[in-house]
């Protein structure tokens, strides 16, 4: 279960260094007056992307079952649409 728990670990934070992912940080953070308002707006960002994920993935893992294909398009979608 340790090795499972790093491995997504892992994956995420390869995921919270792509490019898309550090552009939209310093954008939010360029913004702000302080060090401190900066660092409380990325902890927000942070969470709701890992409150977004822990809720999805608790879903599928309790219905015991799989994101199907044609959803996974339609969020994908949905989140493209909101980066734009």
Do not use: N, Y
């Amino acid at each position: 279960m340790i090795s499972l728990l790093l491995l997504g670990f892992l994956i995420g934070m390869r995921h919270a260094l792509d490019a898309d992912h550090l552009a939209a940080v310093a954008s939010i953070t360029s913004q702000q007056q302080s060090i401190k308002s900066s660092i409380k707006h990325g902890a927000v960002w942070g969470l709701g992307h890992t409150t977004t994920l822990f809720l999805f993935g608790s879903l599928v893992i309790w219905m015991h079952t799989l994101v199907p294909e044609q959803l996974a398009h339609w969020l994908e979608a949905g989140v493209g649409i909101m980066l734009i």
